[in-house]
C-alpha cells in the first residue's frame, strides 16, 4: 500500500507534471477535458497542437523526452521540494502589483 504521504507526492509530481500540458492547450483555445478524455495514461498518446490532432504514438512521431532529462529535472525538483519543507522558513518575494494607470485627463 502507498501512504498518505506517499499518495500526497504522487499527486504532486503528477500536477507539476501536467501543468504545462494543460498550459500549452488552454493558450492553444483547446477543451483540456475534450482531450483528455482521449489519451490514456501509460500510453504513448499525445496531442499536436499546430494540426489539432491525437497522435497514436509520440516516439514513432519522433516527440521524445530525453529519459535523463526528465529523471534529472525531477531528482532536482524533488531535492529543491524537499528543502522547502524542511526548512525553518523560507524566504520569498512578494509579486510586484502593477500601478493603477490614471485618468487624469477626464
Known sequence: GV???ESFGIRTI???LRA????ILTN???NIKEIEDQLKLGTNK???IETEQ???DMV???VVDQKKVVALALKHSASVASMVLTSE???VEEPKKEKETSNENE
Do not use: H, T
Open 28 to 30: 492553444a483555445g483547446v
Open 20 to 23: 504545462p500540458f494543460d498550459k
Open 89 to 91: 522558513f523560507c524566504l
Open 46 to 48: 499525445g496531442y499536436n
Open 60 to 62: 514513432v512521431a519522433g
Open 14 to 16: 503528477y500536477e507539476a
Open 3 to 5: 501512504s498518505v504521504d
Open 54 to 56: 491525437i497522435v497514436e
